[in-house]
T-cell receptor, first 114, second 116 residues
Framework: AQSVTQLGSHVSVSEGALVLLRCNYSSSVPPYLFWYVQYPNQGLQLLLKYTSAATLVKGINGFEAEFKKSETSFHLTKPSAHMSDAAEYFCAVSGNTGFQKLVFGTGTRLLVSP | ETGVTQSPTHLIKTRGQQVTLRCSSQSGHNTVSWYQQALGQGPQFIFQYYREEENGRGNFPPRFSGLQFPNYSSELNVNALELDDSALYLC???????????????FGPGTRLLVL
């Protein structure tokens, strides 16, 4: 079984500041890990995914995440926040074998102030 | 723009009624999954269809059912609606039935269902 915990339902940063959104996972098998972004009245858009290749994964819009097995973490970062980054972010996990389904966390709302 | 559309965008039903939600995927996307996203929560997997057959299901009762059609459209049907069924329902589609490490899964904008 898989589960995800996202620490912090809301994160506030200033424009130009570092963005750090936290995700810890639990999985009984080696995981695949994903970050999605959801803008108001839109569906989920894939930012990046870890599928057991490189542990540092680069995604779209300047985001990246690092898979740390020892810490069971997959935190999302961006060096400099932009106003357009304000949205809801979801971390998700799946197993890497058998039937794979996404198990999502509860989400973190990123607020960016000028 | 993901190429995945859903209809209607909003819907209001009363408890006990039945509802059908629709999803139209990109050509070639023969795997479709449905998710329920309650307010303030992450999406929860309902079920997945591949080539018109259900091939995976989450912890949802049988009153949640689906159909997938050869023209890359699909439906989610919910019978005997309950108040807790109020949520945003998302469909997602991708090519093939391989693992999630392969082809990207594209989500639609969702249908917001309110059950009174």
């Amino acid at each position: 079984a898989q589960s995800v915990t996202q620490l912090g339902s809301h994160v506030s940063v200033s424009e130009g500041a570092l963005v750090l959104l936290r995700c810890n996972y639990s999985s009984s098998v080696p995981p695949y890990l994903f970050w999605y972004v959801q803008y108001p009245n839109q569906g989920l858009q894939l930012l990046l995914k870890y599928t057991s290749a490189a542990t540092l994964v680069k995604g779209i819009n300047g985001f990246e995440a690092e898979f740390k097995k020892s810490e069971t973490s997959f935190h999302l970062t961006k060096p400099s926040a932009h106003m357009s980054d304000a949205a809801e972010y979801f971390c998700a996990v799946s197993g890497n074998t058998g039937f794979q389904k996404l198990v999502f966390g509860t989400g973190t709302r990123l607020l960016v102030s000028p | 723009e993901t190429g995945v559309t859903q209809s209607p965008t909003h819907l209001i039903k009363t408890r006990g009624q039945q509802v059908t939600l629709r999803c139209s995927s990109q050509s070639g996307h023969n795997t479709v999954s449905w998710y329920q996203q309650a307010l303030g929560q992450g999406p929860q997997f309902i079920f997945q269809y591949y080539r018109e057959e259900e091939n995976g299901r989450g912890n949802f009762p049988p009153r949640f059912s689906g159909l997938q059609f050869p023209n890359y459209s699909s439906e989610l049907n919910v019978n005997a609606l309950e108040l807790d069924d109020s949520a945003l329902y998302l469909c997602a589609s991708r090519e093939g039935t391989g693992g999630l490490e392969g082809k990207t899964q594209y989500f639609g904008p969702g249908t917001r269902l309110l059950v009174l």
